[in-house]
């Protein structure tokens, strides 16, 4: 069983860049696929960006590509999501995630999740 943690969110303005971290803990994620969600009131949550287990392969949504950028470092067992250019419609609670065996940029292969970190966009 993996456990996620997700650090880094709060309250940018718009324009801004904010850093999200993910540190696993009770297994090492190497061979996971590992995915950001995120989640706005009243809304389903949506697949942001996801990360093949050895990081060489990348999906990003059409509503954040060429602004966020996801990463992983597999010897710290800890994923990264790098948000620039925040909108206020990225105002959201974040959610780190797992998929043993499954697909990166597949919604539904993603069974381990983290607690959320908020982040809030200004205008």
């Known amino acids: 069983q993996v456990q996620l943690v997700e650090f880094g969110g709060g309250l940018v303005e718009a324009g801004g860049s904010l850093r999200l971290s993910c540190v696993a803990s009770?297994?090492?994620?190497?061979?996971?696929?590992m995915g950001w969600f995120r989640q706005a009131p009243g809304k389903e949550r949506d697949l942001v960006a996801g990360i093949s287990s050895s990081g060489g392969r990348t999906y990003d949504a059409d509503s954040v590509k060429g602004r966020f950028t996801i990463s992983r470092d597999n010897a710290k067992n800890t994923v990264y999501l790098q948000m620039n250019s925040l909108k206020p419609w990225d105002t959201a609670v974040y959610y780190c995630?797992?998929?043993?065996?499954?697909?990166?940029?597949?919604?539904?292969?993603?069974?381990?999740w983290g607690q959320g970190t908020q982040v809030t966009v200004s205008s």
């Open positions: 995630a797992a998929s043993r065996g499954g697909a990166y940029y597949s919604p539904t292969s993603y069974t381990y």
């Open positions: 009770g297994r090492t994620i190497s061979s996971y696929a």
